[in-house]
Nanobody, 127 residues
């Protein structure tokens, strides 16, 4: 099993940028794909980006495509989410999650298939 800890959230103005990190600890020798999700009150948790442990393939939700970039530093067991051109509707609690299911774009739409979750970090986009 692995443990996940997010960091890097905060308050940013519209059109600004933030970089979130997901530190992976524990049994990192196994095959773990990492996804980023976000949650706002009264809405379902939204999968926004994922990256494959096997080949580095990445997938994005349409809502963030072209603005967010997910990357992996295998030596540091860390996955980052670079968020540019932020909008007020990007506000929410951001979580990273891990799964060892073969990664496909559709996996972002099924939160229940992600086995391990971090505690979340708040991102607020506002003037």
């Amino acid at each position: 099993q692995v443990q996940l800890v997010e960091s890097g959230g905060g308050l940013v103005q519209p059109r600004g940028a933030l970089r979130l990190s997901c530190q992976v600890t524990g049994n990192t020798r196994n095959y773990w794909n990492i996804g980023w999700f976000r949650q706002v009150p009264d809405k379902a948790r939204e999968g926004i980006a994922s990256i494959s442990s096997a080949d580095g393939s990445t997938y994005y939700a349409d809502s963030v495509k072209g603005r967010f970039t997910v990357s992996r530093d295998s030596a540091k067991n860390r996955v980052d989410l670079q968020m540019n051109a932020l909008k007020p509707e990007d506000t929410g609690i951001y979580y990273c999650a891990a799964t060892n299911i073969y990664l496909t774009p559709q996996l972002l739409g099924v939160a229940s298939l992600w086995d391990v979750w971090g505690q979340g970090t708040q991102v607020t986009v506002s003037t």
